[in-house]
């Protein structure tokens, strides 16, 4: 098994530009999650998605940022338009009833 | 509301000496538990889990937690550090009751010294 995928690893943008970020999770699993980490606020979910529907996304911090979950292969993060102050990891994770396995993160740097 | 708290952001232990990484849970009903860890620039990595049974989990490198119920408490223990083990702890909870959302902690820095 590949684990959770994530691409891209890292992305350098320019604020105001449009970032998507993508996420594969692992096969068979009905949950996926999205998280942000930074050093001033830590780990934070974002949204979360069962069967593919969303859960609850609480935890985006504002119209900017929306996600999707076509199907239960894929989703999508996507910030638009990019400020400096989302300049963070983005993890994804999935799980299938207990454990998250969380995918390796891409850095965003807006600059 | 469920919470869940890492007292310490920062614990340092000398190689080959016990650890205890401490970590406290509020829920309402009954928890399910677990236990992180977060090497440099990778992402969170599965330890261990508390479901029901024994109150005493192992897990993986060695790691075991305790789950006591009457101090809502899940402390991280490892009988000899090594400085491999030196990375970032995060606890988790979810009640049995809900879906698959975790609450993190905040987090526990552990460092080894050789």
């Known amino acids: 098994d590949a684990g959770v995928i994530q691409s891209p690893r890292h992305e350098v943008t320019e604020m105001g530009q449009e970032v998507t970020l993508r996420c594969k999770p692992i096969?068979?699993?009905?949950?996926l999650f999205w998280y942000r980490q930074t050093m001033m606020r830590g780990l934070e979910l974002l949204i979360y998605?069962?069967?593919?529907?969303?859960?609850?996304d609480s935890g985006m911090p504002e119209d900017r940022f929306s996600a999707k979950m076509p199907n239960a292969s894929f989703s999508t993060l996507k910030i638009q338009p990019s400020e400096p102050r989302d300049s963070a990891v983005y993890f994804c994770?999935?799980?299938?009833?207990?454990?998250?396995?969380f995918g390796p993160g891409t850095r965003l740097t807006v600059l | 509301a469920q919470s869940v708290a890492q007292p310490e952001d920062q614990v340092n232990v000398a190689e080959g000496n016990p650890l205890t990484v401490k970590c406290t849970y509020s829920?309402?009903?009954?928890?399910?538990l677990f236990w992180y860890v977060q090497y440099p620039n990778r992402g969170l990595q599965f330890l261990l889990k508390?479901?029901?049974?024994?109150?005493l989990v192992k897990g993986s490198y060695g790691f075991e937690a305790e789950f006591n119920k009457s101090q809502t408490s899940f402390h991280l223990k490892k009988p000899s550090a090594l400085v491999s083990d030196s990375a970032l702890y995060f606890c988790?909870?979810?009640?049995?009751?809900?879906?698959?959302?975790?609450?993190f902690g905040t987090g526990t820095r552990l460092q080894v010294f050789p």
């Open positions: 994770a999935s799980s299938k009833g207990n454990e998250q396995f």
């Open positions: 096969s068979g699993h009905n949950s």
């Open positions: 998605f069962n069967n593919n529907v969303p859960i609850d």
């Open positions: 829920v309402s009903g009954n928890p399910y």
């Open positions: 508390y479901i029901t049974g024994d109150n």
């Open positions: 988790a909870v979810r009640r049995v009751e809900d879906t698959d959302k975790l609450i």
